[in-house]
């Protein structure tokens, strides 16, 4: 692995509890293979959730000091599409294991409780929908991908969904807004979720630079209301303005999380876009620490913002003579 600044090794570094994330629509995960910016790129990260592989059973991830398994929506393809890939640390193997499931539309990996220090293992959902326009639009994608989070959500509270969800959601509220007098009863899911918004200084009011919404996005925006899950983007630290995600003019890709998860999130990053790392998305960044401590966390969260920010981006005369060569 390329060596790093000491800020950027704060920020990436791997021990008991402290875990950096990245997801992308990579819009073909073989060409990008071929930028050395890339590889430098994903090796910062302990965790690496790639969607749109175009990839099929012959193709393999060779990036060092990383392992990648994919869930390819062919076998063997001519014309390769969808597709997903979940990557980490070699030295991680023993911590790690996918869990088998039914539907082509995530790719669920399970986080061991001894690496992560937690109570229990931890459930990644890496997801792509395809767009509710395209010829691979899958019908009822969202109650399928709502029963693969239900089935596992009875055994697991700590559940992070991740990826390219091809949904725009505004600003519109993803929980169940409670207006109550004294004599109401009390919803204490929809009390948890503002109390743990608040504690852990995540806004309220999700921000967003994406100010339209489409029909993916409303049923998204039900999904998190039906099962009390909360969308990162937009407000926790580094991401506070809800940033575009995808032809620098709409927000489609997400973090999203249980509530009980919240206490792990330090903070969310939308990398720069490069032509090199997507052909309209940009990476998503997600730094987590699992170590007890309100004030370590905000601690944390102030650094990493500050050196997410420092991570390399490639300039423009390079970007765009690496993709005329």
């Known amino acids: 692995m390329t060596n790093l600044p000491d800020s950027e090794q704060y920020l990436t570094r791997t021990s008991n509890c402290k875990i950096n994330m990245l997801t992308l629509n990579c819009c073909g995960v073989i060409k990008r293979m071929h930028y050395p910016e890339f590889i430098d790129m994903v090796q910062k990260f302990d965790f690496i959730s790639l969607v749109e592989t175009k990839t099929d059973d012959l193709d393999k991830i060779n990036i060092p000091g990383f392992t990648f398994h994919l869930k390819n929506r062919k076998n063997i393809a001519r014309v390769k599409s969808g597709g997903i890939a979940f990557g980490y640390k070699s030295h991680l193997e023993n911590f790690v294991k996918p869990v088998e499931n039914f539907s082509s539309l995530v790719y669920w990996w399970k986080i061991s409780s001894d690496l992560l220090k937690t109570d229990q293992d931890v459930m990644i959902g890496n997801i792509y929908i395809p767009p509710e326009n395209s010829v691979y639009k899958v019908p009822d994608a969202f109650n399928e991908l709502e029963q693969e989070f239900l089935k596992f959500s009875v055994e697991y509270k700590y559940i992070l969904l991740n990826g390219d ?145 420092e991570v390399k981006r490639v300039q423009k005369w390079d970007v765009e003579k690496k993709m005329n060569s």
């Open 165 to 309: 969800f091809n949904s725009r959601t505004s600003r519109d509220v993803e929980y169940i807004e409670t207006v109550h007098s004294q004599h109401d009863i009390v919803d204490t899911d929809n009390v948890d979720i503002l109390n743990n918004l608040e504690l852990y200084d995540m806004s309220k009011v999700r921000c967003s630079m994406d100010t339209s919404k489409n029909s993916y996005g409303n049923m998204l925006l039900e999904m998190c209301k039906n099962n009390n899950i909360i969308i990162l983007n937009g407000r926790v630290n580094g991401d506070k303005e809800g940033k575009f995600t995808c032809r620098q003019a709409s927000v489609v890709d997400y973090f999203i999380c249980t509530y009980d998860f919240l206490c792990f999130v330090v903070n969310m990053y939308v990398q720069d876009f490069s032509k090199l790392f997507s052909d309209v998305h940009s990476p998503l960044i997600l730094s987590l620490n699992f170590k007890d401590g309100i004030e370590e966390d905000v601690h944390i969260a102030e650094n990493s913002v500050e050196n997410a920010r």
